[in-house]
């Protein structure tokens, strides 16, 4: 946890509607953080997910939301935006073995790049991600390693961090919290879980598949803290 | 200088189109990578300069030439891409002191990270950028602080860099030449000066302006080459 901010601090707060950056946003709140919303239409399959950030960021009371559209499915290579299927089912016993196809390459530094770009315009040092090192699903960005390299990459690409007037500080509250111990938490701060979005393959009308990575690693977690995923 | 490669490598090469990079581009084939060049329309005043991007990867080889479109508009703050006019003339002198009001909040970080991603689809360690420290007109992101940390971080973001099959390198062959230096090595590479864009603020049929940043430091590195820029 980090300590809350003297007077409202902006933060630049990633959010894609999915349950950890949910509730990794009304942890930024909760710490009395000004919050800037920002979600990627990156031509992702589940693109429903942004309507349930938007749902989110006006639940917990962002002070704005964007949508920054950039462009990912030029390059190919991954699940969640080329012709790859998405894998079902037997992927359960899988998570945490090796790195899945759902992996948008470089996903996180292009999401963060952004955070960054927003954080220098706000002149603020503060950004919020959900990554998450247990239950991480053997993503590459999402380990604390990374996110301290990009920490002292991002001191050195910015006006302020130049000046030495700033310490960019990415904040990863939920990245040694197991899938039930964020569900605990969400609950905890009051997060309506109806309104997110975990389903990397959800039906037309946007229904969950319950069979990919991100509803398998959804259903465990909240089984895991006793609490009902409605 | 980099060493050349055992057999083709490949490259992805930011290309903007201006001279920088296309000189960077010119010496990448040179040294006998295989390059996939990278440029980017992210509502630039000067998108005029997408098409001498074109210009030059057709007339220098390059095996690959993709525009990613990427919103850097939503977060406004540099005049090269909100409403604040580009700085003319009497910013000649100011060169050099200070970060300008053309400075794109996190630029080379986005175009960088994009590159990274496309590295890694090609399973490809090298990216080529042709920053400069000399007459980098006072952008952070230009520094070579700035690109050891970024590769550092990149080699944490990565599969390849996880499993430590690779250590990506960000090549950087302009970083410590003056503009002439610049434009004498362009020369020597061949590289047609005249398929090249500089201006942050062109006229409509894209005639340079010769007042901004961007003229002024061109202008100046043709002159003391004693080379004519056509």
Known sequence: MTSPPAS????????????????CLALARREGYECYALSFDYG???????????????????ASHLVARIDLTVFGGSALTAGIPVP???????????????YVPARNTIFLSFALAWAEVLETSHIFIGVNALDYSGYPDCRPE????????????????VEGRTHIQIHTPLLHLSKAEIVRLGRDLGLDFSLTHSCYD????????GLCDACLLRRK???????EDR
Chains 1, 2 share one sequence.
Not at 153 to 161: F, R, W
Not at 221 to 227: R, T
Request: hydrophobic residues 40%.
């Open 8 to 23: 409202p601090s902006k933060a630049v707060c990633l959010l894609s509607g999915g349950l950890d950056s949910s509730t």
């Open 44 to 62: 992702q399959r589940h693109r429903v997910e942004l309507e349930a950030a938007a749902r989110v960021a006006a639940a917990l009371g962002a």
């Open 88 to 102: 079902k089912g037997r992927q359960a016993q899988e998570i945490g073995q090796g790195i899945p196809v759902t």
């Open 146 to 161: 990374y996110i301290q390299a990009f920490e002292r990459m991002a001191d050195m690409a910015t006006q302020a961090g």
């Open 202 to 209: 959800p039906a037309p009308e946007g229904r969950p598949c």
């Open 221 to 227: 977690g909240f089984e895991e803290a006793g609490i």
